[in-house]
């Protein structure tokens, strides 16, 4: 059912696109939304994190996995169990590159039906950093398409990432890793039942999305040909606050650009914010240094505090008269 | 027990199977086609030098010459880079499986114009892996697809002739221009990384042409007859009447490529 | 199980860090004769390979050997090797990798490598070689993964593994024998077109491989909790011994078929090599340093007591790793190309980039096997009672 | 406190890259770069291309393709046009005989395209033309 509703969502939103395009709707679809789009995402994910900064973080949370600091002559974890705010950024770096916590994904097993073992199950791992990286490398390649003239950087990457000349176009590496590693996470879903059983639409939902970004891009490059230049002429206007929608652009485009920019809207507002959010994790991002640096509680106010030494001052005739033993004696008069 | 005749079960396959370590690409190699024979040729172009004619420097320069600017060949200096379609060599290297003790100084000296031999059971088709170079089944000429060619340079070190030349750098700045910077003819030059060599003037074959090395040695007084272009499998054709009429010789013909420019005189 | 390889000492990341310096000198040359054209190399119309397939032919020697480690213990069940099995298999991994990457930056139109399996010509070797070596890398990748992750589970590996790494054994067989046919075909290079050439490359690999993981266990002995164990390192010094012999015979015969018969384009490459030929004597003090190398370690790897010193050992394998290194990395492919077919010689020499570029090659091979020893080095020094 | 003034630089950094092509106008101003129009050839020479002309925008490159297999490797000296016409299957001796001007009508559009083919590695203009 969740698969259902996320699939005809994502098929619903290609369809209006590429209808928006066939009944000339170009301004609709090609201008007004993608703005739109960009404009929410942006606001969108600046609301979420600013929101995200406000929220106090009163502890020390991080959750660690290797040896604290401590005495000298006990080895640290430095990226385990970061001390100082450089090894938290380190160990930052590497979640927020390699993925590192996929990698502690492991599948437990019975050896000969006695014993209990466990071994690194990298599917998931591999299947997002093929999906992530990939990602990131087409989203470069698209600037050749907003930008003239095309930036250096973009135009070596686009054709190391064409090295291989295979067909015409040349195939992109990242688009065969692209939809594979989209292919596998969506597998995943539908074949683990543990993964299946938590799955919820929102979850599908944006699989789908990217699948259909990637499928229709595939087919605007190697099969059904797309006017380039046009669109390229349509993305200038639109960076340059000037739009203006040239004729003849085919409404697989326009499908393609709807999906892209319902994706766009939808960050903020579903678990796709993790881009942002992993950097606000407080169980990765902060030093576990509780034990060697006083933190205070921010919001922290002025308790009134009745100490011992008030208590007895107020008290102390009280206490010798039925015999207590006070700090300070009496004073004799 | 059990255990026991599994292990020895993958004893006796592991045997048997390294036996099969050669075996595979060697039947593979067995059932790949055999080169093509003239009989499988529809046509066989082929050549006829005349070495007593092509001994006038001025001859052989024509032919040189028609050849490089037909084809945008490029002149590189450097021996080690230079990009030959149809060289000049002396006999005594061109036929060194030929020659002896007796001969005198004179004839070993003598000058050999030679080119790719396009032969009938061509090696450095057998060993191209991508198809790149392939014996054209019309008119039996050895061809090469310069798009396809990954330059590994397998054909060179196949072909028993030197025929073939690799592009070490960009060929272009080394390639005779007129006046206007422009190359003297229309034939696609070619890019660094792939091998070249002489194609038979194929694109002129297709115009009804000859090959322009035969038409430029006939311009020469004394030329006409220098180089004899035809087809082998007509019996009627020049070359053929050629060879039937007078002694003939081909380079290396014991290693059984069956090279198709023969030499006279 | 990955994340094995990313734990270690500043010894460990200082070995990483050289070889990530090598792999950087590589890719800058590499980059250059990219731009350039082989030009940069010292390559030539005449010698048109030279250092980049000479070491190609050398490292399939090195990948094919794992077979000497991987038959014994699986189907003799020769448990001796239960703990060199796995270096023998990460070896021949980076050894594969190593002779792909040499193939591919040998070629003159780096971005159509595709075309050999776009347009794929069984009547071409190199196409076979190229399927035999893709093919054994996916093979040692699975059955080395497969069974140390079994291992490190202290669990038996998966029976669909057995088949497996039986087709393993002759694939082995088959990347050599198929590098070998590669050059024995070829009617121009009489050099090369001798039926012994294939027998020969397996010799000379089943000295040089189990050499070079000789050296390694001994490193890994020395730096690490770790031990092959003894016996497997004098077994593997004794099949050292066998395979070297085996080499000189071979060498013998093919010297004997040559220079009784006296026939010239048989003669002049062994000319060339041991004597020089027309003045042409660059190969020469190689190939003399070598053919003593050779002597001198077969004659100490024979006498047992030497054979078994294992302070002596490491020199020994050094000196055969160097001599075959000598044999096929140096001799082999370049004088294939003496005479050329005009009778004309060129010497060759590789140049400053093709050096850098090997040298990448090689580091990146290395750094992949450092990683992989790594992963077994951790994991097998916590299966350890402590 | 401390670590919001890191987030909003981390957030203003994004949101940077994220418009980056907003900024190449802001930095240069230049006009929009919109395309010149299309060129037609001489119609003296022609006013018809082989195919329709959307289809030859779109499919030239797949068309030439198949053109140089057909040509240079099945030895097909002919290629027919879905009108029924017969044309020689060749850039430099079919194509280019109207497309005379690389610039004109390659390069406009591959260049504002970003595409860069390697057609001109080796082929020249009619006349020799690097």
Known sequence: MNVLVALGAAVGVFAAGMAGGALGLGWLFGVVIPGLALLVFLGGLAVKVWDWVSTPVPFRIPTTCGQQTSLDWIKPNKLENPHTGIQALGRMALEVLCFRSLLRNTKAEMVQGRRLAYRTSLGLWLGAMLMHWSLLVILIRHLRLMTNPVPAFVSFLEAADGFLEIGLPAVFVTTVTFLAGVTYLLARRFTNPQVRYISLAGDYFPLFLLLGIGLSGVWMRHFGKVDIAAIKELMLSLFHFSPAVPEGISPVFYGHLFLASVLLAYIPFSKIAHMAGIFLSPTRNLANNNRAVRHVNPWDYPVKVHTYEEYEEELRDKMVAAGLPVEKPLEKE | ?265 | MLEAAFRGGGRYWALLGFWGLLVALGLGAWGRQFTEGLTVTGMSQDVTWGIYIAQFTFLVGVAASAVMVVLPYYLHNYKVFGRMVILGEGLAIAAVLMCMLFIFVDMGQPTRVANVLLHPTPNSMMFWDMVALGGYLVLNLLIGAVTFDAERREAPPPHWIKPIIVLSIPWAVSIHTVTAFLYSGLEARAFWMTAILAPRFLASAFASGPSLLILLALILRRFTRFDPGEEAIRKLALIVTYAMTVNIFFVGVELFTALYSDMPHHTYPFRYLYLGLHGHDSLVPWMWFGAALTVVCVTLLLVPRTRNDLRLLPFLCAGVILAIWIEKGVGLVITGFVPNPLGRITDYAPTGVEVAVTLGVYGFGFLVLSLLYKIVVNVRERMIPA | MGDRGKALVGLGVFILLVTFPLWGRLAGGQPVPGRDDLVYPDPAKATDCIEARDWMTANHMNLLNRWRDDLVRRGVTEYVSSSGKRYYPSLTKTCLDCHDDRDKFCNRCHDYAHVTPTCWECHTTPGGGA
């Open chain 2, 1 to 265: 027990m059990e255990k026991k005749t599994r292990r020895e079960f993958l004893k006796e396959a592991g045997t048997a199977a390294l036996g099969l370590g050669w075996a595979l690409p060697l039947a593979a190699a067995g059932c790949a086609p055999r080169g093509h024979n003239i009989a499988g040729s529809q046509r066989q172009w082929a050549m006829v030098v005349d070495l007593e004619k092509i001994q006038d420097p001025a001859v052989r320069e024509a032919a040189q010459k028609a050849c490089a600017r037909t084809h945008n060949i490029p002149h590189i200096p450097d021996p080690q880079e230079e990009i030959q379609w149809i060289r000049v060599e002396s006999f005594e290297h061109v036929f060194e499986d030929q020659i002896h003790g007796a001969m005198p100084p004179h004839e070993l000296e003598r000058s050999v114009l030679v080119l790719c031999n396009h032969c009938t059971n061509p090696p450095c088709v057998r060993v191209c892996p991508t198809q790149a170079t392939w014996k054209r089944e019309s008119d039996g000429i050895v061809m090469m697809d310069m798009h396809r060619c990954i330059g590994c340079r397998y054909c060179m070190a196949a072909c028993p002739y030197g025929s073939r030349s690799f592009n070490w750098r960009d060929p272009r700045p080394f390639i005779e221009t007129d006046a206007e910077g422009k190359f003297l003819s229309d034939f696609p030059t070619r890019t660094r990384g792939v091998v070249e060599k002489c194609n038979f003037c194929a694109e002129r074959l297709r115009d009804g042409l000859e090959p322009a090395c035969v038409e430029a040695v006939r311009e020469v007084p004394g030329g006409e007859g220098a180089l004899v272009f035809g087809d082998l499998t007509d019996p009627h054709s020049e070359v053929s009447h050629i060879l039937r009429e007078t002694p003939s010789r081909a380079r290396r013909v014991t290693l059984g490529t069956g090279p198709n420019v023969f030499y006279i005189g």
